[in-house]
Nanobody, 115 residues
Framework: QVRLVESGGGLVQAGGSLRLSCLAS??????LGWFRQAPGKEREFVSS???????FYADSVKGRFTISRDYARNTMYLQMNSLKPEDSGVYYC???????????WGQGTQVTVSS
């Protein structure tokens, strides 16, 4: 059974940092990604890391966010620096086992950046 559990969200002032974690279980390997959704907006892509280690970022977070994964801990991270109020939202992690689609999702963790 695939399971993704996010943690690390919270309230931070603009310019601050947070590190999100996504603990994955139920599969040996997959592409993993971070998405976010602000109130009244559609969910949007933030960053992803493939099985081979290729990394992608949305233009809005390039240079500020860093994605990584620790296979020994079955955990993916998102280090978020220089946070802005527009980074606020619920952050979700997702997995793509092999279908080319983001087919499993976590429950999300709230990030709020105050101005």
């Amino acid at each position: 059974q695939v399971r993704l559990v996010e943690s690390g969200g919270g309230l931070v002032q603009a310019g601050g940092s947070l590190r999100l974690s996504c603990l994955a279980s139920g599969f040996s390997d997959s592409a993993l990604g971070w998405f976010r959704q602000a109130p009244g907006k559609e969910r949007e892509f933030v960053s992803s890391i493939t099985k081979s280690g290729s990394i992608f970022y949305a233009d809005s977070v390039k240079g500020r966010f860093t994605i990584s994964r620790d296979y020994a801990r079955n955990t993916m991270y998102l280090q978020m620096n220089s946070l802005k109020p527009e980074d606020s939202g619920v952050y979700y992690c997702a997995s793509d086992l092999s279908s080319g689609e983001w087919d499993y999702w976590g429950q999300g963790t709230q990030v709020t950046v105050s101005s």
